[in-house]
């Protein structure tokens, strides 16, 4: 059975920052993509981050380019996200994702719709 388990959210000022971790089992995560996925209550949930191995091949969205980091290890199975220079705008659920197999190149996709496996959810908060 294929879990993804979703922690390290928080409340946290403007200008702060937080690291979440996601730790999956039931799956080798080096075979497949991985990304961080984020929704705010009446819009659509958007992409944050994908990364498609341990060293290469990440996306990002646009609105947190330079502040936000994807990054995972294969050996642990776990996929992190670095999180800084946090606005409110940044206030959100987050959930991390997975899909495979991975592509042999290119970045992983952008669009929930191709991933199939889901954490139940972190909520990150940030206030001015």
């Known amino acids: 059975q294929v879990q993804l388990v979703d922690s390290g959210g928080g409340s946290v000022q403007t200008g702060g920052s937080l690291r979440l971790s996601c730790a999956a089992s039931?799956?080798?995560?080096?075979?497949?993509?991985m990304a961080w996925f984020r929704q705010v209550p009446g819009k659509e949930r958007e992409v944050v981050a994908s990364?498609?191995?341990?060293?290469?091949?990440?996306n990002y969205g646009d609105s947190v380019k330079g502040r936000f980091t994807i990054s995972r290890d294969d050996v642990q199975n776990a996929l992190y996200l670095h999180m800084n220079s946090l606005t409110p705008e940044d206030t959100a659920m987050y959930y991390c994702?997975?899909?495979?197999?991975?592509?042999?190149?290119?970045?992983?996709?952008?669009?929930?719709?191709?991933?199939?496996?889901w954490g139940q959810g972190t909520q990150v908060t940030v206030s001015s």
């Open positions: 990364i498609r191995t341990h060293r290469s091949s990440t």
């Open positions: 039931g799956i080798t995560a080096s075979n497949y993509c």
């Open positions: 994702a997975a899909y495979g197999p991975a592509p042999g190149s290119g970045v992983c996709s952008a669009f929930d719709s191709m991933y199939n496996y």
